[in-house]
């Protein structure tokens, strides 16, 4: 059982590049989130999915995509990478849903991104 | 919107000495989480509590939920080298929609 695994570790872009970092599970978990965290601050929610199919929108959502085919996978796209977007990217998973008793998010190791 | 504050910032402690930190929202919560995070890691979840005044332990960590659900608070005792870290707390104001706070970084003097 790998819990959540992340690909890449590390990524330099240049500005305009584009992008996609990789996030899975083998947990079975309907929720999935990314988050960014810069320098000495929070996480902050960029996407989320409640489950196959159905992805919604956090607070730093600009500049990013997701898709979620599978339960397993939720990749995170950049678009169009700008220096403002360098920042350590964790993927989350959960089996709730925010409200119940068993909401344990389960983060994976992160993705330090820099963009020059 | 929805703002979660913790205080303080930063601690600094000598080991053996306690810690706490306070974690405040601007809207009720339906639960708070909270996780550690070690230098260059990735947060881990902690505990979770959801009723209003509920407290928990685990070994020298105790936390708290206040009444209104809108704040919470981490007590540690007896800091170790161990505690090292950042800690953080999280909520949503409704479903699916985790808000962090911004974090308490500890550090432990030997």
């Known amino acids: 059982n790998a819990g959540v695994t992340q690909t890449p570790k590390f990524q330099v872009l240049k500005t305009g590049q584009s992008m996609t970092l990789q996030c899975a599970q083998d947990?079975?978990?309907?929720?999935m989130s990314w988050y960014r965290q810069d320098p000495g601050m929070g996480l902050r929610l960029i996407h989320y999915?409640?489950?196959?199919?159905?992805?919604d929108q956090g607070e730093v959502p600009n500049g990013y995509n997701v898709s979620r085919s599978t339960t397993e996978d939720f990749p995170l796209r950049l678009l169009s990478a700008a220096p403002s977007q360098t920042s350590v990217y964790f993927c989350?998973?959960?089996?709730?849903?925010?409200?119940?008793?068993?909401?344990?998010?389960?983060f994976g190791p992160g993705t330090r991104l820099t963009v020059l | 919107g929805q703002q979660v504050m913790q205080i303080p910032q930063y601690q600094h402690v000598q080991e053996g000495e306690d810690f706490t930190t306070y974690c405040n929202s601007s809207?009720?919560?339906?639960?708070i989480q909270w996780y550690k995070q070690r230098p260059g890691g990735h947060p881990v979840f902690l505990i979770q509590?959801?009723?209003?005044?509920e407290v928990k332990k685990q070994k020298r960590l105790t936390f708290q939920f206040g009444e209104a659900k809108k704040n919470s608070s981490l007590h540690i005792t007896a800091t170790q080298t161990t505690d090292v870290g950042t800690y953080f707390c999280?909520?949503?104001?409704?479903?699916?929609?985790?808000?962090f706070g911004t974090g308490t970084r500890l550090k432990v003097l030997a």
């Open positions: 989350a998973s959960s089996s709730g849903t925010g409200t119940s008793g068993t909401d344990t998010q389960y």
């Open positions: 947990m079975n978990h309907e929720y």
């Open positions: 999915s409640v489950g196959a199919g159905i992805t």
């Open positions: 809207t009720t919560l339906s639960n």
């Open positions: 509590l959801v009723k209003s005044g």
């Open positions: 999280a909520g949503p104001p409704g479903t699916y929609k985790y808000i």
